[in-house]
């Protein structure tokens, strides 16, 4: 299946001030992040257009991150190396995703038959933060951890979206949506619309709006406060889902894993 190029990350928060902020830094980030969606390794032309940062900028930097381990380089090309693992582990150790998150999600993969994925929310994005396939014979998302999807096109985005708070909703709608299919909701109205009956249902359903022929089903992980913490996904083929009772069975067995995850995310 298809990857389409993500949205950028949110900017740095205006709570920080800009002379406490290393801009250097900043920049040495944006060019990892460009990494991201690239299929092959990128030159430092490329890199200098992906980030919009000088060109002899771009390649200080780069050499900056090969002289730490953080990316190769071949025929003056450059790819990252396993070591840009290590900036995700912190957060996955935190939260003991190995020990806890991944048994919790295999089982109910297992029961549900479905591969399942769990997200939480960076800026207009939801990331893949952990994966629990079902069975192979049936069709994938194709995405794996670090993975990212917009919040307004997927069942898993909008499981998140729909549970936050209304500042960042306003926030999101207020700025021009991504369209990726003809059947994708550009309309903020509409998609408020779709965002109110997701809180009320408890479980998003999405069907085309970022790959043809593709249906999604998703439910929040939810703090005490009613907030999602992160959300619980699966996707398959647009016929297995087209009765309500089946999407509504499968939505139910996800909220049952999303009470179970709550406590240790």
Known sequence: ??????????????????????????????VLEAF??????????????????????????????????YLTEAHRAYAPTPRVLRLASGYLKGRQFGRTVQPVMAAYSRQLGDAISLAVRDGSDAIYVAYSPGDPALITSGFGIGSRLPLTATAIGRALLAFSEEAIIDELLAAPLPS????????PAALRTDLCETRSRGYARVTGEYEPGVTSVAVPVLGTDRIAKAALGIVGPEARFEENSVCTQKATTLKECAETLASFL
Request: aromatic share 2%; charged share 25%.
């Open 1 to 30: 299946m298809s990857v389409s190029e993500p949205e950028k990350a949110a900017p740095l928060s205006t709570e920080i001030a800009d002379k406490d902020i290393s801009l250097t830094f900043a920049k040495g980030m944006e």
């Open 180 to 187: 990726f299919t003809p059947a994708t909701k550009t309309d």
């Open 36 to 69: 991201e969606s690239a299929a092959t390794p990128l030159t430092i032309p490329d890199l200098a257009r992906l980030t919009g940062i000088n060109r002899s900028v771009t390649r200080r930097l780069i050499l900056t991150l090969v002289r730490l381990g």
